[in-house]
C-alpha cells in the first residue's frame, strides 16, 4: 500500500490497527508503571492503566475526528468510538463526574463544528447510555461465556441505534449499515476476547508476583524478597493487611 493507493480493504487493516492501539496501550501503561518503581514509587497498575487509558482513547478520538472535520464522510469513525466507550466503561471501569462527561461532549462537538446540531446531542445522548450500560455489566461477572453475551449483546443494540441515527443524517444505504454493525461485532468480539485475556494474564502475574514476595500471615517481606532486596538495594515494602 501507498499514500494513494490502498491494496487491502480497509476493514483488514482497521483490525489490525485497533489490535495495535490496544498492544500500545498495554505496553506503554507496563513501561509506566515499571518507571515509576524505579523512581521508588509503588503505584497502582489498575489506577495506572485506567488513567492513561481514558487519555490515550481521548486523544486518539480526537486525533481521528480532527482528520476528517467538515468533510461528507465525518461519520466513517464511528465504530471507533463505539469500541472506544466499551474499552473505557467496561475494561476499565472508569468514574466519570457528569461534568467531566460534559465537558468532554462540548469540547468534541466544538472541534467538530456540531455544538448546533440537535442530531449530534442524541448522538451524544446514546455514546453516554452506551458508557453506563456497559459499565452495569461489567459489575455483574459470572463466567467467561455469559459474561461475553451480557457484553456483546446490549453494546449492538447501542450501536444499531446509533448507526440508525448516523444512517438517517449521511443518507447512508441499508447495506451500509449491516456492514458497519456486522464490523462492530467483530471488533467488539476481538476486544473482548483480547482484552479479558491480558487482564486475566495481569491479574494472575499480580498474585504470583505477591506470593512470591510476600508472606501471607505478617504481610511483609518474605526471604526472597529480602534476598532481592539486599542485592539490589531497594527499600523493603510493607503491605497493609486487608480488613
Not at 24 to 32: A, D, H, K, P
Not at 189 to 210: E, K, N, Q
Request: charged content about 10%; aromatic content about 18%.
Amino acid at each position: 500500500m501507498t499514500w494513494s493507493h490502498w491494496f487491502v480493504a480497509p476493514a483488514i487493516t482497521s483490525f489490525f490497527f485497533l489490535l495495535g492501539v490496544l498492544t500500545l496501550y498495554w505496553f506503554l501503561t507496563n513501561r509506566i508503571v515499571r518507571l515509576l518503581q524505579k523512581f521508588g514509587y509503588h503505584p497502582d497498575p489498575e489506577a495506572v492503566r485506567n488513567i492513561f487509558g481514558l487519555l490515550y482513547m481521548i486523544v486518539i478520538i480526537f486525533g481521528l475526528q480532527l482528520s476528517v472535520r467538515d468533510s461528507a464522510n465525518s461519520w466513517v469513525f464511528s465504530n471507533f468510538k463505539i469500541f472506544a466507550v466499551v474499552f473505557v466503561s467496561y475494561f476499565l471501569l472508569m468514574d466519570i463526574h457528569w461534568w467531566e462527561t460534559l465537558g468532554t461532549i462540548l469540547i468534541y462537538m466544538g472541534i467538530n463544528g456540531t455544538l448546533g446540531v440537535p442530531l449530534s446531542w442524541i448522538y451524544a445522548g446514546v455514546y453516554v447510555a452506551l458508557f453506563y450500560v456497559m459499565k452495569a455489566m461489567r459489575t455483574r461477572k459470572q463466567d467467561h461465556w455469559t459474561d461475553y453475551f451480557r457484553f456483546i449483546i446490549p453494546s449492538l443494540i447501542l450501536s444499531a441505534i446509533l448507526w440508525a441515527l448516523i444512517g438517517s443524517r449521511f443518507h447512508l444505504t441499508t447495506t451500509n449499515i449491516l456492514w458497519e454493525m456486522l464490523f462492530i461485532f467483530l471488533l467488539l468480539s476481538m476486544m473482548y476476547l483480547y482484552v479479558d485475556s491480558l487482564m486475566t494474564g495481569a491479574a494472575t502475574l499480580a498474585r504470583l508476583t505477591y506470593t512470591t514476595n510476600f508472606d501471607e500471615l505478617t504481610h511483609v517481606n518474605n526471604y526472597f524478597a529480602f534476598k532481592m532486596i539486599s542485592k539490589n538495594n531497594l527499600p523493603t515494602v510493607v503491605q497493609p493487611i486487608s480488613r
